[in-house]
């Protein structure tokens, strides 16, 4: 059985830093590409941040230089450290591993809520 869970969301002020963590089981993690999504009210899923099975990254632009996705393969465990935190980052983030088609898994989300 496959699980993702993601932790360490909550309520942060503007300016301030929350590290989500996402601890993936049933699966062979170090060949799956992680990935960091969220997704606000009204407005669709999108791509945060993409960590390769050989450590390259990718970033939206709206969160470049603010957020690191890293991952420790001993740990099945992939990271994203978000600082610089502004209000329009509020959003439910979730863990997405992927291998290929059929081997796609999400996680259950952590609510991230920016506000002074």
């Known amino acids: 059985q496959v699980q993702l869970v993601e932790s360490g969301g909550g309520l942060v002020q503007p300016g301030g830093s929350l590290r989500l963590s996402c601890a993936a089981s049933?699966?062979?993690?170090?060949?799956?590409?992680m990935g960091w999504y969220r997704q606000a009210p009204g407005k669709q899923r999108e791509l945060v941040a993409g960590?390769?099975?050989?450590?390259?990254?990718n970033y939206a632009d709206s969160v470049k230089g603010r957020f690191t996705i890293s991952r420790d393969n001993a740990k099945n465990t992939v990271y994203l450290q978000m600082n610089s935190l502004k209000p329009d980052d509020t959003a439910v983030y979730y863990c997405?591993?992927?291998?290929?088609?059929?081997?796609?898994?999400w996680g259950q989300g952590t609510q991230v809520t920016v506000s002074s």
């Open positions: 997405n591993a992927y291998y290929r088609e059929n081997f796609d898994f």
């Open positions: 049933g699966i062979t993690f170090s060949i799956y590409a």
């Open positions: 960590i390769s099975r050989g450590g390259g990254t």
